[in-house]
């Protein structure tokens, strides 16, 4: 893969953290700004969240239908423009439904740059792939909260939105050069006819609802972090951009891990070993907030639940999309938008006992990685070959 392709399918499948993570350390400036409450301002993270699931419904069968460089012009664009009107809302109502707007543009980055690599690779190579592209779109994670806890020092959460124009301009810029990988003849007669098809695969369905419940898990996480780390435990906007990143720092390891183990072993077996390390993790930030343990318990617990991913999602991305080559934009937005809309419902549940408790992320986070095993467990079960690899 080129050099340049390969970086901007990182940026493009970064869309998510970038949107969600360049502001998370200014959540409690901007509840304070607008007199607004932890549950309303975290409607803005729902609210891209939802976006971010419904626009892959839409990209993604495009995709399949007109190629994929067209969809993914339109949608970036669309991206540059909201970006620039978040900075300029003027209060939490009308972030909330620009939000929405950002989300549903910066979903067209995520499905096609999956359906891309699907083109392009399928098996362990394209393993090995998403797992590489993990090291570029795993900084989003690591770089959006620092960058954005530092633009606190000279500005508003006004700058994080500001910032993000500037990034969506410059994947524009990249996205004008970028190859097509669907050639006319592979490309389906009809935009919705993909759907039929996946929703009929039941292995298909499985691995879905285990990466969508590993995914909540992860955004309960994501969601209540800023207010459980900063206002339970006493983190300030720096230490708390510190302490995410070197979580998110965690997924770009496990995922260039995953890549090296991908030679010698199953999709299966190393998505098996991450959701078994995202369960662990989960109990064990229960038992830590649960017992009054602390950070030396919390921090660790959580690193361990966020890092598992750089194992999960490469390996069950790549196991659901295998058998869906011919409609590989509409399966990857089936995938995407099922894991956002589970994330999205998770928001509501972690802000339930207000801003000053962590035991709502502790519950959620384990519970649904139990849940995610057991989805998985299923798929092993349907399929015996998998199980025995």
């Known amino acids: 893969m080129p050099r340049r392709l390969f970086v ?19 959540l409690p400036q901007l509840a304070s700004e607008f007199d607004a409450s932890a549950a309303d301002v975290q409607l803005t993270l729902t609210s891209c969240l939802a976006g971010l699931a419904l626009g892959q419904l839409v990209a993604g069968p495009l995709s399949d239908r007109f190629g994929r460089k067209l969809p993914l012009l339109a949608g970036v664009g669309v991206y540059v423009v909201a970006s620039l009107a978040c900075a300029l809302a003027t209060n939490v109502p009308m972030l909330t439904g620009l939000r929405l707007v950002q989300g549903l543009a910066g979903a067209a980055g995520i499905v096609i740059a999956r359906a891309i690599v699907r083109d392009l690779f399928e098996g362990a190579a394209a393993v ?30 006004r700058l994080a939105f500001v910032t993000l124009t500037i990034i969506g301009a410059a994947m524009l810029l990249g996205t004008v050069f970028l190859p097509e990988t669907l050639p006319p003849h592979r490309r389906r007669a009809s935009a919705l006819s993909g759907f039929g098809t996946v929703l009929k695969d039941k292995i298909f369905i499985l691995y879905v609802s285990a990466a969508a419940l590993a995914f909540a898990a992860l955004f ?59 369960l662990a993790g989960g109990l064990l930030l229960l038992a830590g907030v649960l017992g009054d343990l602390g950070l030396p318990v919390v921090l660790p617990a959580l690193i361990i639940v966020v890092g598992s991913m750089g194992l999960v999602f490469p390996n069950i991305t790549a196991l659901a999309l295998a058998g869906h080559g011919t409609q590989a934009g509409t399966a990857s937005a089936v995938l995407g938008t099922t894991q956002y809309l589970v994330g999205s419902a998770v928001v509501p549940l972690v802000g339930l006992a207000g801003d000053h408790t962590a035991v709502p992320m502790a519950i959620v986070v384990a519970s649904l990685s139990a849940a995610a095993v057991g989805a998985y467990v299923l798929t092993l079960r349907n399929r015996p070959g998998l199980a025995q690899a």
Do not use: H, K
């Open 8 to 26: 901007l399918l990182g940026a493009l499948s970064a869309f998510a953290p970038l949107s969600m993570d360049m502001y998370l350390a200014a």
């Open 128 to 157: 090995r792939v998403l797992s590489a592209l993990m090291l570029i779109g795993g900084l989003a994670p690591i770089l959006a909260p620092l960058i954005g806890a530092e633009l606190l020092r000279f500005g508003s959460w």
């Open 220 to 278: 309960g996480y994501i969601s209540a972090s800023p207010f459980v780390l900063q206002n339970v435990y006493g983190l300030s906007p720096q230490q708390f951009s510190y302490a995410f990143a070197a979580n998110a720092l965690a997924i770009v390891v496990t995922g260039q891990v995953n890549g090296r183990l991908a030679r010698r072993y199953s999709p299966a077996a190393l998505a098996s070993a991450g959701l078994g390390a995202t």
